[in-house]
């Protein structure tokens, strides 16, 4: 009965913690477009991205299926078609996404990324997680702050 009640003032006290997090979260300058790539991403709606969706997403975003990898311009154009940033913005982006600085994005840039989301290493990207990393990769880049948020 001790134990019961310990617990209860246990997930109590976590409610209030839980949610200053996701205040913290939604105050965050890109939340709504880090949240919609997140959506994208997360296929199987369990508010978690496994590596293999993360894999999928990067197939996904290939301009054809055979290749190894998104070029540039296809990336540029993606992602100002998608996400309305100025073609400068994306191209720094292309910059953030390939990690291991060879010129290209590929698949090993896919899973380093990964690795790097996912604080901690529990191979799980958390909503958290995800909208922390993509924010700071969006303010690394400089993109303008979304209006009306
Ligand atoms: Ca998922
Ligand atoms: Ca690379
Ligand atoms: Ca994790």
Redesign the pocket.
Known sequence: MKNMHLLSLFLISLLPLTLAQSNALRSLPYYQMALKTFRSIDTNRNNVIERNESIANFESFKQNPKDTEINRDWFIRRVTHVYGLNSSVASSLYNQY?????????E??YKLMYRAFDKDRNERLTIDEFIRADNNMLIAVGAPEPRGK
């Open positions: 390939d990690q291991d600085n060879n010129g290209v994005v590929n090993t840039d």
